[in-house]
């Protein structure tokens, strides 16, 4: 990682469907920006991979204020997917992030199943393509078509814009989908999005929460709703992450790999969704009070492995399934 860093006896590295990553530690998209922010902290091109924040087809200016509340131990944000749209994020992030070497997951996101589609096919036809390493296709946004219904909370919609993206997809480019946890069944829904093509599963996106002011007595964000984020959801994301590992180890949906996301701020928070089932993992709100965060929890995560005697990462990913017995 940093050049302080002392060289360590655990392989850190991640196969995520096919592509060799040498950590497992990645931005969660929308948190650090398109990495420029974030590289005056760390190196970006020295994480496991940057994640971008959703890119759409055009540009979204995003919703009015206030759009972000704070909570007890996180946060609500309806920022609206706001963004530059997919060709200036081709040409000036994307353009950015493949100058400095960085591995790229480029989120993708989208208003129609053929939004997503589309985005996709300017990512990967782009000359900045050989920086990506994988597409997050973040379903955890509303389907304008279906009257607003997330396309995360729908398996017919989940699949049908992962089946889209999947023919934009060149071969050996692992497709990441990105699950919210507002489901009824959430090992459903990764059956459905794995069956549509997936190469792997990114959980979890924030949870929907609101905040009243009670001052004013209304609520607090201009669109009501907001994703809640950081520490209050580490245990939902924990749980997701062991449900559907807990599923694939028992052959009751394909096995890929799960990318965690969810409160981490410490190694030992990333530990945890490791142990349930994560291959690689996401920091997001816990960057915005320190930037250095990706970075330091991969040291604290390493250091936290090898003193518990692995050699290698890939032998913690799902093991707490294997020292429970119900
Ligand atoms: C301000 C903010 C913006 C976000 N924007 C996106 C986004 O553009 N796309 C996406 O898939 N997730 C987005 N997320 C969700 C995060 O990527 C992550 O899944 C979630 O915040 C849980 O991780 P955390 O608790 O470490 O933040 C956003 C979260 C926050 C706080």
Request: aromatic share 4%.
């Amino acid at each position: 990682m940093t050049a302080a860093t002392p060289p360590s006896s655990v392989d850190m590295s991640v196969d995520l469907a096919g592509v060799r990553l040498p950590n497992p530690m990645m931005t969660a998209s929308g948190c650090a920006a398109n990495g420029r922010e974030m590289h005056r902290f760390i190196d970006v091109a020295q994480l496991g991979a940057f994640v971008t924040k959703s890119v759409k087809a055009q540009p979204v200016s995003g919703r009015g204020t206030p759009r972000m509340a704070e909570t007890p131990s996180g946060m609500l944000n309806s920022i609206g997917l706001q963004g530059p749209g997919v060709q200036a994020f081709v040409e000036e992030d994307l353009a950015w992030l493949h100058s400095i070497g960085a591995r790229v997951v480029v989120s993708i996101a989208g208003s129609t199943a053929s939004e997503f589609a589309g985005v996709a096919r300017a990512v990967v036809r782009s000359r900045y393509a050989s920086a990506v390493a994988a597409i997050e296709v973040n379903i955890s946004c509303p389907n304008v078509a279906n009257r607003g219904l997330v396309f995360a909370c729908d398996p017919a919609s989940s699949h049908k814009v992962m089946t889209l993206v999947r023919e934009e997809v060149p071969r050996g480019l692992p497709m990441l989908a990105k699950l919210s946890p507002d489901v009824t069944d959430i090992v459903e829904i990764a059956d459905t999005v794995l069956k549509a093509g997936a190469h792997g599963l990114t959980m979890i996106n924030t949870t929907l929460g609101v905040a009243i002011d009670v001052d004013r007595l209304r609520p607090h964000l201009i669109a009501a709703t907001g994703g809640l984020s950081g520490p209050a959801i580490r245990p939902i994301a924990v749980r997701a992450v062991w449900q559907v590992a807990g599923a694939m180890r028992a052959g009751r949906i394909r096995t890929a790999p799960i990318v965690g996301a969810g409160g981490v701020r410490t190694g030992r928070d990333a530990l945890e969704l490791v142990a349930a089932g994560a291959s690689a993992i996401q920091v997001g709100t816990a960057a915005f009070n320190d930037p250095t965060a990706p970075e330091r929890v991969g040291r604290e995560l390493e250091a936290l492995i090898a003193e518990r005697g692995f050699t290698r990462l890939s032998e913690v990913t799902g093991i707490a399934h294997e020292r429970f017995t119900p």
